[in-house]
């Protein structure tokens, strides 16, 4: 099974929306948000095109590749998730030195924020990178999807109307 950076974020996000994503049931094209996140990617740095690469390895898709510097770019809409966010750009890292790129870093841009924050690859990250891929594996492995577990997080998703449409009204 090809674990991608998606799956990572996910892991870090929701267990249900990791095992719906990776078992083919997606909401995403119908989500605002997730629109919206696109426009930001494209719109906030239109200059990047031309400086940096888009890079694609071993299923994952890097924003922006500053071959020279060597750091990946990873733009995000809001900072509501950021260890998911975080985690997503250290897999990058990890993906990368697994490709035979050493001393890559990561930055992770917030552009509504105007924030920006390092990321870097430990050791001890690299070992919980493969606990998660084993973890992963198990969960959309599983032939039940996680339980509901609600968050604040929730309202905003693109999963909501699929995960909350038998819960009562409160």
């Known amino acids: 099974m090809n674990i991608n950076a998606t799956l990572i974020n996910l892991y870090h996000v929701c267990k249900r929306e990791l095992w719906l994503h990776a078992n083919g049931i997606r909401f995403e094209h119908t989500s605002d948000l997730v629109f919206e996140g696109k426009l930001i990617h494209e719109d906030s740095y239109p200059q990047r095109s031309a400086k940096y690469e888009e890079i694609e390895l071993d299923g994952i898709k890097v924003d922006f590749y500053d071959a020279k510097n060597k750091i990946i770019h990873e733009i995000k ?18 993906v990368f030195e697994q490709n035979g790129i050493a001393d890559v870093t ?10 920006t924050q390092e990321v870097f690859l430990s ?15 198990r969960i959309i492995s599983d032939n039940a999807c996680p339980p509901l577990q609600k968050k604040g997080i929730c309202k905003n998703c693109s999963y909501y109307e699929f995960c909350y449409s038998r819960e009562e009204e409160e």
């Open 106 to 115: 990561g930055i992770l841009e917030y552009p509504t924020l105007r924030r």
């Open 123 to 137: 050791e001890l990250d690299r070992s919980e990178i493969e606990d998660m891929k084993t973890d992963i594996v």
């Open 77 to 94: 809409k809001s900072n509501k998730v950021e260890i998911a966010h975080e985690w997503q750009l250290k897999y990058y890292l990890y």
